[in-house]
């Protein structure tokens, strides 16, 4: 989701959400995943809240959201392309393949296309090496991706 | 004086009592089990190299640089992690050892400024240590690459570079300098507990991070010190260091702020302070600090200091400076004149709470020998004079029963009035450290605390109870245990008056004390009360820790007889974890109230109708005592009003500001002839004085203080007196003055006075607290060591002794006109009166004194956040900003007094302990009401400050 919210709005849906996960054994990182899920990122409004909540501080729910890559600080575009950088994909074609893809889309990585369609990550390995090089849209991951298969894929996510 | 230098063993001391012995580096050791590989190499005086480890925290093992070889074992794993073994052979330097370490340190280097001629830690930085104990010679990296050291790379902009965060006062944050280490946080989070501080981020760019990617003025950092402390390197370090240098020498002191009583290192340079670095060795806290007491010493050298003493003939007219000699012969002949004139119990003194056990105890003789009458008596009086009184009846001693240690072996604590975190903050960090490990935490006070939800310390309860009701509610408890067959009998019957007790437990077992029976006026839900007295009777080790929400009240004596009772009734007294524990509010105010400072006792809590003990001292001084007791503050006040008291010596206290309904007080002090303030600053009251004597500063004298566990510690001189003299040399002079022939060279000669007259401190001497560190009395043939525990065999007073606690009612009531209750309090950043904290930067936490309302009650009379309100009471009003907050309950307001501008005093009233006379701040019925700033009376008084402060021949002194 990718809409306007305001302070209030997103601590009383942080707070309903961590009221959900609470009773969870070590429940800050389902509480991310639910925050990131429910407003596509997780918001600097939003940290003070879950602190206060469990109990923690600002700063160890800050270091703990930016341990994690995926856990972002702004809203991604509709869809997420993210290409392996690791040793296999790059021994593959994967850089020539990344250069590609940042041609196509006119960004580098971690930018969003100007009309918020694609946001393009590096990812470290999603343990497909075999079928390098291996990139990922939306969750559903891709092996062995040909120039032209990036090129389907781009086109598929900015229609 | 060399640099005192504590040595790191890396690691805590593990508390085993199960030794171990090992091999390391051909020198066999035995050690405690539990003990890791690094401690025990220090304790063989075997150096591993470290960068992440310190002694105050647990080991991390991050830095890979104290790698060692255990035969046996493949790898090198991590000395700090590695606990000891029987019969292990480890090795600390090998040829393999040493390329790890020079590769690890190459790493580090590669990205870390090269300026250490010009770095503020030059000299005492550990990065540049382990450089030169890993034979660093050469970075085969380069230092051109990806960095976080410098703001612009060929040009462009570095954006892994951060600017340095000078947000706080006292310290700066430079990035550019981190080694992540992450000293800082952990020691934010395992030594203070406040959690400020986290590494955002992974692998390369992970960073210190204080809350939220914030500078460290807005995150949750308390600037106690403890990461400035940590940091191995110059990336957290005092900003006087940078300004001033290095240190060349030091000494242990004890800090002059709280009763908790810091041992410090004074790091000196010639005779200017360059930092106080809490001492490891300092036995009340443990390494650690607060603000207060390691950065807010700027008092000492503010411009506002007089150093000059100086007269006036009426209060109206300007100061003139005046010789030391002047000021002793007219001081003399004025008490002499109004003794001849008024009669000899026309004067009288107050000693300081904050001045040393020595100089305390030197006023206190002035009087009694001097003036010839027993009109002494010190601030105790308005904070834990209940204290003495409720502990003396109950137990025999007029303190509390534990040391600071004794909160690590509790497993229920109960804070009744105290807020430790922001009046005791190194106490705070050591209780929440406690509560972290699993003890249970119960809080009785009004407001909500921080303790009472922090991170990772949450309250099991929290008794929300209406000012004034602490009897009620103290009483409920101990029905419930008694009711409910929890109290300990096998304790009581061995320890305490069994009929003494069947007696209470009848008394408090009436159904009008049950939870349910007094909810209606405590407002504290019934439930709440029944399960924190099954809590607290059956938790294990349980601690009572109370402060003056507890004793300034018009029942105070009665609610400490009350804890008395609870600690007794459940048998936690006598042994570590357990105990009733006064938190006293100034540094001295133990040693004030141990030294005879009231009028009704002498030395060592022996009244002065006492015989044998007047029959010492009159002995030692060649005098002879009056045997009745003098004059308490309040009633040499009326007095005064009534004409027949009309001089006072009043050493280190701000009576105007700090006691109740200040119109009295300066109505009181208006009405005396001659008026003697010694002090460093001109203070409130001296507006209304005709001499003052400029005081010294804790850095400036050799003496002790004695904190809230009995413990006393030496004070040390470290820079000469600005004024000139010590204080306890001007009260001597003084006394020369009057014709008494005093001749002290040192103060040790005056704790030589005190142990040879009063049994408690029979032991103590310089010789012995410089071989001990520190005692805690009793100390004397029967305790040799002190007395960390108290009544431990069995009660001083022979039996403990139940009293029957009845809950009255307070007169200051709630009606119609003023239907709040005002309660006050302090805050971190400030102290008391806050004549030094105000003198200091700490003024960027607490600028002013707000007036905390809950949102209820602002609507209600239509005030918003930081608006002028108008507080009233009975006895007057002043006005202040409001801060609306849920933290007090409806009907409930609260403030702090620490700036005299507010006049919160003008708003107490003259209520006081039915036993003590302690007056009841606690307690005052007001109305609030939206307001256009300052009130009449607070213009006035300002406008009479200013006046009353100007020196002939000098500039408006400023305030």
């Known amino acids: ?159 | 004086m060399p640099m005192i230098n504590e040595i790191d063993f890396g690691t805590p001391a593990s508390k085993s009592e199960k030794f171990v012995t090992l091999t390391i580096d051909g020198n066999e050791i035995s050690v405690p089990e539990g003990t890791s590989i690094m401690r025990a190499s220090m304790e063989a005086g075997i150096e591993v190299p470290k960068l992440c480890a310190t002694d105050m925290m647990d080991a991390f093992g991050s830095c890979r640089l104290c790698l060692v070889e255990i035969e046996g074992r493949a790898g090198m794993p991590a000395s700090c992690t590695t606990p000891v073994a029987p019969g292990m052979v480890v090795s600390t330097q090998t040829q393999r050892l040493k390329d790890v370490r020079r590769g690890v340190m190459e790493l580090y280097i590669s990205d870390h400024p090269l300026d250490c001629l010009t770095c503020a830690a030059n000299g005492d930085c550990e990065l540049q240590d382990m450089a030169g104990a890993v034979g660093l010679r050469d970075v085969r990296y380069g230092y051109d690459g990806e960095n976080h050291v410098k703001a612009r790379n060929d040009g462009a902009i570095n954006i892994k570079w951060q600017p340095k965060d000078e947000s706080n006062p006292y310290f700066t944050f430079d990035p550019a300098k981190c080694i992540v280490c992450s000293r800082c946080v952990r020691a934010c989070e395992e030594v203070q507990g406040t959690f400020a501080l986290t590494i955002e981020g992974r692998g390369f760019d992970s960073r210190v991070s204080a809350g939220m990617h914030e500078d460290f003025m807005s995150s949750e950092c308390v600037s106690c010190g403890a990461c400035v402390q940590a940091c191995p390197t110059a990336t957290l370090i005092e900003k006087s260091v940078i300004e001033i240098g290095q240190p060349e020498h030091s000494a242990v002191t004890t800090c002059a702020y709280c009763g908790v009583g810091c041992s410090f290192k004074a790091e000196m340079r010639g005779e200017e302070l360059v930092r106080m670095v809490p001492w490891k060795d300092g036995q009340a806290n443990r390494g650690h600090s607060c603000v207060k007491g390691r950065f807010a010493y700027g008092y000492s050298t503010h411009k506002d200091r007089i150093l000059n003493p100086m007269i006036r003939e009426k209060v109206t007219d300007p100061w003139r400076e005046v010789t030391w000699e002047e000021a002793y012969a007219h001081v003399a002949s004025e008490f002499r004149r109004i003794q001849y004139q008024y009669g000899r119990e026309s004067v009288g003194g107050i000693t300081s709470s904050r001045c040393t056990n020595e100089e305390t105890y030197l006023v206190q003789k002035l009087v009694r020998a001097g003036f010839g009458n027993n009109n002494v008596d010190t601030c105790a009086r308005v904070c834990h004079s209940p204290t003495g009184y409720g502990l003396g009846q109950a137990f025999g001693t007029s303190a509390g029963t534990q040391n600071f240690d004794s909160v690590e072996h509790s497993d229920v604590v109960m804070v009744i009035g105290a807020n430790p975190t922001d009046g005791h903050p190194v106490f705070g960090s050591r209780l929440k450290k406690r509560l972290r490990e699993g003890a249970k935490l119960i809080v009785l006070d009004p407001r909500r605390i921080d303790l009472v939800r922090t991170p990772h310390v949450e309250a099991s309860y929290h008794l929300p109870l209406k000012p004034g009701t602490n009897v009620a509610v103290l009483t409920a408890l101990a029905h419930v245990i008694v009711t409910e067959g929890l109290a300990d009998e096998k304790f009581i019957r061995e320890r305490c008056d069994w009929s003494e007790y069947e007696d209470w437990a009848a008394f408090v077992a009436e159904p009008y004390h049950s939870p349910e029976a007094v909810e209606r006026y405590t407002g504290v839900p019934a439930d709440l009360v029944r399960g924190a007295a099954r809590l607290f009777a059956r938790g294990g080790n349980g601690a009572i820790y109370y402060g003056l929400g507890v004793t300034e009240h018009s029942q105070g004596s009665t609610t400490v007889m009350a804890i008395a009772n609870l600690a007794m009734v459940t048998g936690n007294i006598g042994r570590p974890g357990v105990g009733v524990n006064p938190l006293r509010g100034q540094n001295n105010v133990q040693g004030s109230c141990d030294m005879g400072s009231f009028p009704h006792e002498l030395p060592g809590y022996r009244h002065i109708s006492d015989d044998a003990t007047r029959e010492t001292f009159e002995k030692l001084w060649g005098v002879t005592l009056n045997n009745e007791p003098g004059l308490r503050i309040p009633n040499m006040l009326d007095a005064a009003v009534d004409g027949t008291f009309k001089g006072i010596y009043i050493q280190g206290e701000d009576i105007l500001q700090s006691d109740p309904d200040t119109k009295h007080v300066a109505a009181g002090l208006a009405a005396m002839e001659c008026v003697v303030v010694h002090d460093l600053f001109l203070n409130e009251t001296a507006n209304y004085a005709h001499v003052f004597l400029p005081g010294s500063t804790f850095l400036e004298k050799d003496g002790t203080f004695t904190n809230a566990e009995r413990r006393i510690n030496r004070v040390r001189k470290v820079m000469k007196p600005k004024n000139g003299f010590a204080d306890w040399e001007v009260t001597q002079k003084l006394a020369q003055a009057m014709g008494l022939p005093w001749n002290y060279k040192h103060p040790s000669e005056i704790m030589d006075e005190i142990a040879a007259t009063t049994p408690s401190f029979a032991s103590v001497s310089y010789d012995y607290l410089e071989k001990m560190g520190s005692v805690q009395w009793p100390c004397n043939e029967k305790h040799p060591y002190g007395s960390p525990i108290m009544h431990v065999d069995g009660f001083v007073r022979g039996k403990g002794k139940f009293i029957r606690t009845e809950y009255v009612a307070t007169d200051e009531k709630t009606g119609a006109r003023f239907p709040l209750l005002l309660t006050t309090g302090r805050i971190l950043s400030q102290y008391n009166v806050g004549a030094q904290t105000r003198r200091t930067d700490n003024v960027a936490w607490h600028e002013e004194d707000r007036l905390e309302i809950h949102p209820h009650d602002a609507e209600n009379r239509g005030i918003r956040d930081a608006d002028w309100v108008r507080l009233a009471s009975r006895s007057g009003e002043t006005t202040l900003r409001a801060l609306i907050t849920d933290r007090v309950a409806p009907g409930v307001v609260y403030t702090t007094f620490h700036h005299p501008n507010t006049q919160a005093n003008v708003i107490t009233t003259d209520f006081s302990d039915w036993a003590t006379n302690c007056p009841e701040y606690k307690v005052t019925a007001v109305q609030v009401a939206p307001s256009n700033g300052p009130s009449g009376w607070q213009r006035d008084y300002e406008e009479q400050a200013r006046q009353s402060r100007r020196i002939a021949g000098k500039l408006e002194a400023a305030e």
């Open chain 1, 1 to 159: 989701m990718n809409v306007h919210l305001n302070a209030a709005d997103v601590s009383t849906r942080t707070r309903a959400i961590v009221a959900g996960c609470k009773h969870l054994e070590g429940p800050l990182l389902p509480i991310l995943h639910e925050i990131q899920h429910e407003f596509g990122f997780v918001s600097q409004e939003a940290v003070p809240v879950i602190a206060s909540e469990l109990n923690l501080s600002r700063a160890e729910v800050h270091g703990v959201v930016t341990f994690y890559h995926d856990f972002r600080d702004h809203p991604a575009g509709r869809h997420v392309l993210k290409l392996c950088r690791a040793e296999a994909c790059q021994s593959m074609g994967g850089e020539a393949l990344a250069e590609r893809a940042k041609k196509l889309l006119g960004i580098d990585w971690h930018q969003t296309t100007m009309d918020g369609a694609v946001t393009l990550e590096p990812v470290f390995c999603l343990g497909l090496c075999s079928c390098a090089p291996s990139a990922m849209l939306d969750g559903a991951v891709h092996g062995r991706v040909a120039a032209s298969d990036l090129d389907d894929l781009i086109a598929e996510a900015r229609q």
